[in-house]
């Protein structure tokens, strides 16, 4: 985490020249006057996506030091300082963003050529590494031209500050870098960074018995500043979609092995459904001879995992969705019908599916684990229960009846696992982003809740912690969206319930509007949560770590409660601007799942409840 210190200086050399002599002032005016200055300063726009690209990568050393695996630094406006610095809730920090932090800190001030500045960090929480103490000094060298633009040249050395205690492994011994950032201020931030480290790390042994070993760090690295996207031109960003959509729909046909499915590890079954779930939701025929191979080769296959189950019905509800539908709820309507035809063949296999659902809860725990697992029966997850609800929900548009005595229980044990506690602020209930005119924005109209709001969010396999004293949480982005969209699947599966089942399910009318009440609350309480740690270009307070698997649960609990913003936030747009950037060469976003993600996200491919569950934020 960066801390500003009240002890950053900037020392100005013209303090020194307007103390000599005047005589001397006469006989060098020009060293005086002629000193070229900038405005150092990040001026971007909240709404600016920027995308900077590695475009070299060298390390020197021994063969068994570490080689380095530098990919992209990308940000939102938003997510940045004046002075550079990223807010402490985007942490844990990517290793090459703890880099480009110390490159990036500026001292958000005119400045002239030969002026000095100091910051000290303490990066407490870095993905995959251990922390980092550093003094960093900085000089804006001279103006120069930098990839065809007059940059500031600031040259910054970087050493580690204390080392860990001798007991702590790994930790740095040593860690020195410089960076030679150059700074546009005619926008308002960098161009490019080029560093050189040389560090060294104590690291624990092969074995228990071996001793520490020192690996050396060498590296030399650049980013350039490959793509900026104004998230609000939302003409461009349309059209760029409608691309990475065609381009992505022809990579994940092509992803597909020779057997005609799409294994994810060993899960055949799983990595084909949700691979035939995207292409369905993007539009892809139903009756293609290619899809038709794979669903059946998909009926063929065994039934192991909750994943593979579940996203196989919801790959089967995809086939019968109508244009029509679709046109609906991506205006945000809803056409009221959901009509599912189900072939005979088809309804059975979902029947069969649903079955096996049931039957593979890990009881007598009310959640699910990745199969039922009698020697592990306290094991669950938030990740395979949302699955397991969102196949349920999709079987009961099939027309296949969800028996009763399994959402009750399973939605109070959820809501049981929410943080206790969480910071408290006011959501944005109501946002009207201001139009652009002449190239300027308007202000916005932004519309507080009236009452302070919660933001407890949800953990993997564990009840969420949440410590005031610090802020600390072990909540994160993607659970606390699976959270959230296992109280949403609940709430629909309650409601579309038959009189009977209901009353059966919950005792009595008055106690189901109690429970409907309560899951109410907490889904204001976690929607309030994505509020807070909001982010598209990381999963919230879990760096990079399952990207893309947030990013899909981020449009899922977006489109189940038909909201727009979250917060000042346009998700959707924000959320494409980077994909339709980090989109590969071949139209993929790395392998099948992955590439999948991205693709549900962009055709917005989450299936709308037959009512939108209302979770406190602005509409459309």
């Not at 900038?38 to 900077?52: I, K, P, R």
């Not at 580690?160 to 011994?173: I, N």
């Not at 659970?479 to 709430?491: D, E, K, R, V």
Request: hydrophobic share 35%; charged share 25%.
């Amino acid at each position: 985490m960066v801390r500003r210190l009240p002890t950053t200086t900037l020392r100005l050399g013209a303090l020194v020249l307007a103390a000599l002599p005047l005589v001397l002032a006469d006989a060098y005016p020009a060293t005086a006057l002629a000193r070229g200055k900038a405005e150092l300063a990040w001026t971007v726009e909240d709404s600016l996506y920027l995308h900077y690209g590695v475009s070299s990568q060298t390390a020197m050393g021994d063969d068994g030091d570490p080689k380095p695996n530098l990919r992209y630094i990308h940000l939102l406006g938003y997510e940045i300082g004046t002075d550079g610095q990223m807010p402490a809730l985007t942490t844990p920090w990517e290793f090459e963003e703890l880099l480009f932090q110390m490159a990036a800190f500026v001292p958000a001030a005119t400045a002239r050529e030969g002026d000095e500045w100091e910051h000290e960090w303490n990066f407490d929480r870095v993905s995959g590494t251990q922390a980092l103490n550093a003094i960093s000094s900085y000089t804006f060298t001279e103006l120069t031209t930098y990839e065809k633009q007059e940059c500031a040249h600031v040259v910054g050395t970087h050493k580690l500050k204390s080392a860990q205690a001798d007991t702590v492994l790994p930790r740095w011994t040593k860690f020195e870098l410089t960076t030679d950032s150059y700074f546009d201020p005619a926008i308002g931030c960098l161009q490019g960074i080029r560093i050189s480290m040389r560090g060294s790390k104590m690291e624990s042994g092969a074995t228990v018995d071996d001793p520490p070993a020192a690996k050396n760090y060498a590296w030399d690295a650049e980013w350039k500043l490959t793509r900026t996207v104004d998230s609000t031109d939302t003409d461009y960003v349309k059209k760029k979609v409608d691309i990475a959509i065609f381009n992505g729909v022809e990579r994940l046909w092509a992803l597909r092995n020779k057997e005609g499915t799409w294994p994810y590890g060993t899960n055949v079954r799983g990595g084909t459904a949700l691979a035939l779930l995207a292409l369905l939701m993007c539009g892809e025929d139903p009756a293609d001879v290619r899809m038709v191979e794979s669903f059946r080769l998909m009926q063929e296959s065994e039934l192991n995992t909750t994943y593979d189950v579940a996203i196989s019905i919801m790959a089967y509800e995809a086939k019968y969705i109508s244009k029509t539908e679709r046109e609906a709820f991506l205006k945000g309507g809803n056409d009221g019908k959901q009509e599912r035809k189900l072939s005979q063949q088809d309804l059975a296999e979902v029947q069969r599916l649903t079955d096996w659902l049931i039957q593979n809860r890990n009881e007598p725990n009310v959640m699910w684990n990745y199969s039922r697992d009698e020697d592990s029966p306290a094991r669950y997850d938030f990740s395979v229960t949302q699955y397991a609800l969102l196949g349920l929900g999709s079987a009961m548009r099939c027309g296949v009846v969800i028996p009763t005595g399994y959402i009750r229980k399973l939605v109070e044990f959820v809501r049981s696992l929410q943080a206790p506690d969480g910071p408290e602020f006011k959501r944005v209930v109501d946002y009207k982003p201001g139009k652009k005119k002449n190239g300027k924005k308007g202000d916005d109209k932004v519309t507080l809740s009236t009452k302070n709001v919660k933001a407890r969010g949800w953990a993997y396999t564990y009840a969420a912690t949440y410590v005031p004293d610090t802020g600390a949480t072990s909540a994160y982005g993607s659970m606390t969206s699976a959270g959230i969209t296992t109280l949403i699947a609940g709430l629909d599966i309650a409601a579309n319930m038959e009189d009977k089942a209901r009353i059966k399910e919950f005792d009595n009318n008055a106690q189901y509007k109690n429970w409907e009440r309560d899951t109410q609350q907490a889904l204001d309480w976690g929607m309030t949560w994505m509020e807070y740690w909001f982010s598209v270009t990381r999963n919230p307070n879990h760096a990079r770590a399952w990207y893309y698997y947030y990013l899909y649960g981020l449009e899922r609990i977006c489109m189940l409660s038909d909201v727009r913003y979250l917060g000042t936030h346009d998700w959707y747009f924000e959320g494409a601007s980077a994909l339709i950037t980090l989109q590969g060469d071949d139209g993929g976003w790395g392998g099948a799942v992955d590439t999948a993600f991205a693709l549900l996200f962009l055709k917005r491919g989450t299936v709308r409840t037959n009512k939108p569950v209302y979770t406190g934020g602005p509409k459309e």
